[in-house]
């Protein structure tokens, strides 16, 4: 019973990884319709990025690979976000 409880949690632990990076298209969309970045959080993206970086390095000291993979996506994601912060807040008029 233990053994599937911790196979369940695992799936959806995987699953979540995942998604996390994919919460943050609607931002990326929203961003490069409105073409305006005035109500998105420089820092909080910036962060992200770093947070999101510093845990797929820590899944290769570990040889997670769902974390490096998934957290993999969430750079991605989360430094498309920043870049598109920093080009619409102060390289586009």
Known sequence: ?????????EVIFGVGLFVNALLLIPQIVKLLREKHAND???????GFVGINMFTVLHGL???DMWLV?????SV???TIVTILIIKLRFFTK
């Open 1 to 9: 019973m233990l053994n599937v409880l911790i196979n369940i949690i």
């Open 40 to 46: 998105v959080s420089l820092i909080t993206f910036a």
């Open 61 to 63: 000291i570990v040889h």
């Open 69 to 73: 993979v998934g957290y993999s996506f």
């Open 76 to 78: 991605v994601t989360s």
